[in-house]
T-cell receptor
């Protein structure tokens, strides 16, 4: 089955700096990679996703890049703000292969944006 | 659209008791997923439904666990003879399969504590 590794486990940045979180996956059939933000006591919230036919996707201060050959993808947050502080999870799944699109998650990155 | 809702939000029970959780997905979403999240980890897939049919169960789902989605709308997850190892956050997610949409939207979760 799929295995997703995520680094770093904790990340502390100054407000206004950029943050980068990296993930690797093992199943070459995986073709959909969402990122979730989870605040304390809440469920994961989808913030951006990318499919394997695209190398990069951007939404305001958030961008995701994908390298299919190396089987890794990254989340980039620019101009970080205190409200970006949360746990971020990457995930992967092979869409359209009869597997139900179940997500395999990384272990999470605790991002802290300091004033 | 009120999003995915789960009830209860918190449940404390004694070892050996049975518990039941409910999930109400986003209306018209035909897929419903259950995940389990332990402290410091990403969510792990348990099972999923397409409409009322339960199509896959993880090996994590022991015989003490049962899930239903009788009318293809809300779902229940029951744990019989709870054990301390069942303590976790149980997350429900829903998605609309097809039409190029694959996003899974999560509810706030039910936190189970087994004493």
């Amino acid at each position: 089955g799929e295995n997703v590794e995520q680094h770093p486990s904790t990340l502390s940045v100054q407000e206004g700096d950029s943050a980068v979180i990296k993930c690797t996956y093992s199943d070459s059939a995986s073709n959909y990679f969402p990122w979730y933000k989870q605040e304390l006591g809440k469920g994961p919230q989808l913030i951006i996703d990318i499919r394997s036919n695209v190398g990069e996707k951007k939404d305001q201060r958030i961008a995701v890049t994908l390298n299919k050959t190396a089987k890794h993808f990254s989340l980039h947050i620019t101009e970080t703000q205190p409200e970006d502080s949360a746990v971020y999870f990457c995930a992967a799944t092979p869409l359209g292969t009869g597997g139900g699109n179940k997500l395999t998650f990384g272990t999470g990155t605790q991002l802290k944006v300091e004033l | 659209d009120t999003g995915v809702s789960q009830d209860p939000r918190h449940k404390i029970t004694k070892r050996g008791q049975n518990v039941t959780f409910r999930c109400d997905p986003i209306s018209e979403h035909n897929r419903l997923y259950w995940y389990r999240q332990t402290l410091g980890q990403g969510p792990e897939f348990l099972t999923y439904f397409q409409n009322e049919a339960q199509l896959e169960k993880s090996r994590l789902l022991s015989d003490r666990f049962s899930a239903e989605r009788p009318k293809g709308s809300f779902s229940t997850l029951e744990i019989q003879r709870t054990e301390q190892g069942d303590s976790a956050m149980y997350l429900c997610a829903s998605s609309l399969m097809g039409q190029g949409k694959n996003e899974q939207f999560f509810g706030p979760g039910t936190r189970l504590t087994v004493l």
